[in-house]
């Protein structure tokens, strides 16, 4: 069903000191702003928009936007989720040009997490070059990376992302208070991710994406020039059990997470056998002085 997280927007009043977190820190390039000057896009890749920014009063979530490859898929997909009783519709006027895409379709996840199903993203018509991240950033068939979610009932929502969606299983994690649970669309080892609401989080509260790097000098380089920033870190750079991903985060200006990393491994789903880890790291990770993350 679902081929990949292709695109993420947040709302946020802190618009500005973003930008300077993602182009002069991590490398992310500003593709463009609306002429009202509300909304900046983002590129990591090809794809003329993978975040979007949007000027508001409050700090949260606006959207997760999934590929579901062409027209064929998102009108199979849309029916499907009627059929099962989910609200779906077209979103506001001239929805599908704000987000780069060819269509789009709109529908309410668990917790009211706003869920975007979409084909046909735009590409840029200039080749994706950053001087800070040489080596690019991994994304292609298995997206931008990943977004992990607060939720109110972790094994409700884990469900209800398998059965109407089509996620499947990687693995899951549980420590101390927190318990998450990690889904795959593709062949990266997760592009979602369930938590339970630990560490202060609230129902459909977004945790932290992530974005990888094709090289983990480009990942070091990065966590060097956040600490010399002055930029506050959640967790120091380290190693995941599960994904095997090597990463740091930094917080931003809305407080939510930002993971970057290098060398996630791939599933292969003939072979992959979930696992239930005891801890989310096999080193490094320590808590700096952001929130707590996954």
């Known amino acids: 069903m679902i081929k990949c997280l292709g695109y993420v927007g947040y709302e946020t009043s802190h618009r500005d000191a973003w930008d300077a977190i993602l182009q002069n820190q991590i490398g992310v390039l500003c593709n463009a702003q609306l002429p009202n000057g509300m909304v900046s896009h983002y590129r990591i890749d090809g794809a003329e928009s993978r975040i979007a920014l949007m000027d508001s009063t409050q700090e949260k979530l606006a959207f997760l936007g999934w590929d579901v490859g062409d027209a064929a898929a998102l009108d199979s997909l849309a029916e499907t989720l009627k059929g099962s009783g989910i609200n779906v519709g077209a979103g506001e ?59 109110e009932n972790r094994q ?87 994904d095997k991903i090597v990463s740091f985060y930094l917080v931003t200006p809305s407080g939510v997470a930002l993971e970057v990393g290098h060398g996630g491994i791939a599933v292969d789903d003939k072979t992959w056998q979930p696992t239930t880890y005891t801890t989310p790291k096999i080193w490094g990770h320590d808590p700096a002085d952001g929130p707590a993350v996954v």
Not at 96 to 107: L, M, N, P, Q, T
Not at 162 to 190: I, Y
Not at 209 to 230: C, F, H, P, Q, T
């Open 93 to 151: 006027p001239g929805l599908a040009s704000e987000r780069r895409v060819e269509d789009v379709a709109i529908f309410s996840g668990p917790d009211g997490v706003r869920h975007e199903v979409f084909f046909g993203q735009k590409q840029a018509s200039t080749a994706f070059a950053s001087a800070l991240v040489p080596s690019g950033f991994k994304t292609g068939a298995e997206g931008l990376g990943h977004a992990v979610l607060a939720a």
């Open 156 to 242: 409700a929502a884990t469900a209800w992302y398998q059965n109407h969606l089509g996620f499947k299983l990687s693995d899951e994690v549980k420590w101390d208070d927190a318990e998450a649970t990690f889904m795959h669309c593709n062949p990266r080892h997760h592009s979602l991710a369930v938590l339970n609401c630990c560490m202060g989080m609230s129902p459909g509260q977004l945790n932290h994406i992530m974005l990888e790097m094709n090289s983990l000098e480009d990942v070091g380089k990065a966590y060097d020039r956040v600490r010399a920033a002055g930029t506050p870190l959640a967790l120091h750079i380290g190693q995941h059990s599960n």
